[in-house]
């Protein structure tokens, strides 16, 4: 079994405390035999997330659906309409033509979502580093045992030359002995 130190300097020709901490544990990983994967997304969510998280990603994902499209243009509709039957029944309205109280609104709602879908997507870069950091450490690991794999093929195929070479010399001192001529003993 290796030791860390022997494979970062042997494979990355670095000494090991000259890696960066992702790569001292792959090196470690290495050198124990054990898996480096995990669900990382599975880790993600056993995390205790606080409630203006858990809100911000809720939000998010409603404001970003055709749900919120479909309910928004539904009320923005009747919004008018029912402004429309009000101006026609008795020609006072609560929000007359431009709508300004309804502008209100949607300039306190776009105020409102614009940073919490900020927060949402900030925690979702978090998680995608996350996921890319581990990605790393996995590819790492896959690209250093491939390393290791071939160091250990070319030690087998270096020892089984040797011994080709060696059965090979036993051949030619044998047939050099039947060349010279049979052995006495042997025919006798």
């Known amino acids: 079994m290796h030791q860390p130190e022997e494979i970062a300097q042997k494979l990355l020709g670095a000494p090991y405390e000259a890696l960066d901490e992702a ?22 969510e056993t995390r205790k997330q606080a409630f203006g998280q858990r809100a911000a ?14 309910l928004f243009a539904a009320t923005m509709l009747v919004w008018v309409v029912v402004n429309a039957i009000l101006l026609t029944v008795n020609a006072k309205t ?14 306190m709602l776009a105020a409102i979502q614009a940073p919490i879908i900020l927060m949402s997507q900030n925690r979702q870069s978090e998680k995608d580093r996350m996921r890319a950091d581990h990605d790393y450490e996995v ?40 060349a010279k001529g049979p052995p006495a003993a042997v025919w006798s």
Do not use: C
């Open 139 to 178: 590819n790492l690991k896959a690209e250093l045992e491939i390393m290791l794999l071939h160091e250990k093929l070319d030690l087998l195929r270096e020892k089984q030359w040797v011994e080709l070479l060696e059965i090979q010399n036993r051949q030619l001192e044998l047939l050099t002995a039947l």
């Open 57 to 70: 990603d809720a939000v998010a994902s409603f404001g970003g659906s055709w749900t919120f499209v479909g």
């Open 23 to 44: 790569t001292r544990k792959v090196t470690r990983h290495i050198a124990q035999r054990t898996p480096i994967a995990r669900n990382v997304p599975g880790d993600l």
């Open 94 to 107: 609560f929000d007359p033509y431009p709508y300004i109280l309804l502008n209100l609104f949607l300039s």
